[in-house]
């Protein structure tokens, strides 16, 4: 998604460039809350200044990957907010709200735990998940990105008499061990790893599993 973004960015300001996707992708692996989940930060006073603090990152992937001066580099970066936050550039697996559905019939609450920008619960609303979600917990809010302890026990705080939880992710070192190291189950899903003790290639397969069926 980021380095698609910035992509979308470049094609759009600029047609006709011949930046790719591979040029981009290296300068998106470092520099972003999560890539210092041990690092704690204070949490944010304004989604503007969450976004602000990322602009470096983007003008360093516009100037280096793209191979821009420093003013248009600088430019293009102010772009990406409202291209990543754009409701059309998301888009929801077709299983995600049958499975969802599935569990809330059968008891479960569900609950969003994640690393990501300070506007997610609009996003989450904007693709239709809100009448599921229970209570969205954001790193880019509480200062704390998976796998750090602190992000699983703000959300732990909040269910004190809740008899079973899970984890659900698709990643294997924020979600599942993650959770793990808090002593819940997980299962990581649209992903493999040969350490991962409970995988689902689809959600449909998920009921089965956290109902003990699988």
């Given at each position: 998604?980021?380095?698609g973004t910035?992509?979308?960015?470049?094609?759009?300001?600029?047609?006709?460039?011949?930046?790719?996707?591979?040029?981009?992708?290296?300068?998106?692996?470092?520099?972003?809350?999560?890539?210092?989940?041990?690092?704690?930060?204070?949490?944010?006073?304004?989604?503007?200044?969450?976004?602000?603090?990322l602009l470096p990152?983007?003008e360093?992937?516009?100037r280096?990957?793209?191979?821009?001066?420093a003013?248009?580099?600088?430019?293009l970066?102010?772009?990406?907010?409202?291209?990543?936050?754009?409701?059309?550039?998301?888009?929801?697996?077709?299983?995600?709200?049958?499975?969802?559905e599935?569990?809330?019939?059968?008891?479960?609450?569900?609950?969003?735990?994640s690393?990501?920008?300070?506007?997610?619960?609009?996003?989450?609303?904007?693709l239709?998940?809100?009448?599921?979600?229970?209570?969205?917990f954001?790193?880019?809010?509480?200062?704390?990105?998976?796998?750090?302890?602190?992000?699983?026990?703000?959300?732990?705080?909040?269910?004190?008499h809740?008899?079973?939880?899970?984890?659900?992710?698709?990643?294997?070192?924020?979600?599942?061990?993650?959770?793990?190291?808090?002593?819940?189950?997980?299962?990581?899903?649209?992903s493999?790893?040969?350490d991962?003790?409970?995988?689902?290639?689809t959600?449909?397969?998920?009921?089965?599993?956290?109902?003990?069926?699988?």
């Amino acid at each position: 998604m980021w380095s698609g973004t910035l992509l979308e960015i470049l094609n759009r300001e600029l047609p006709g460039q011949t930046t790719t996707i591979e040029d981009i992708r290296p300068y998106m692996r470092t520099g972003f809350p999560w890539h210092s989940h041990d690092q704690p930060h204070n949490p944010i006073k304004s989604a503007d200044e969450w976004w602000e603090s990322l602009l470096p990152l983007f003008e360093r992937a516009f100037r280096e990957g793209a191979q821009l001066d420093a003013g248009e580099a600088r430019r293009l970066a102010r772009h990406v907010r409202a291209g990543y936050v754009n409701p059309d550039a998301w888009e929801l697996f077709a299983d995600t709200l049958p499975c969802l559905e599935t569990l809330r019939m059968q008891g479960w609450r569900h609950l969003i735990l994640s690393n990501h920008v300070p506007e997610l619960p609009a996003i989450v609303k904007a693709l239709g998940l809100a009448p599921f979600i229970a209570q969205v917990f954001n790193s880019a809010q509480t200062g704390f990105e998976k796998p750090h302890p602190e992000a699983f026990r703000s959300v732990l705080a909040t269910i004190p008499h809740a008899t079973e939880i899970w984890m659900v992710g698709d990643n294997f070192s924020a979600d599942v061990m993650g959770a793990e190291a808090m002593g819940l189950p997980a299962v990581l899903v649209r992903s493999q790893h040969p350490d991962a003790v409970r995988c689902c290639e689809t959600l449909m397969e998920l009921p089965a599993v956290l109902n003990g069926l699988s």
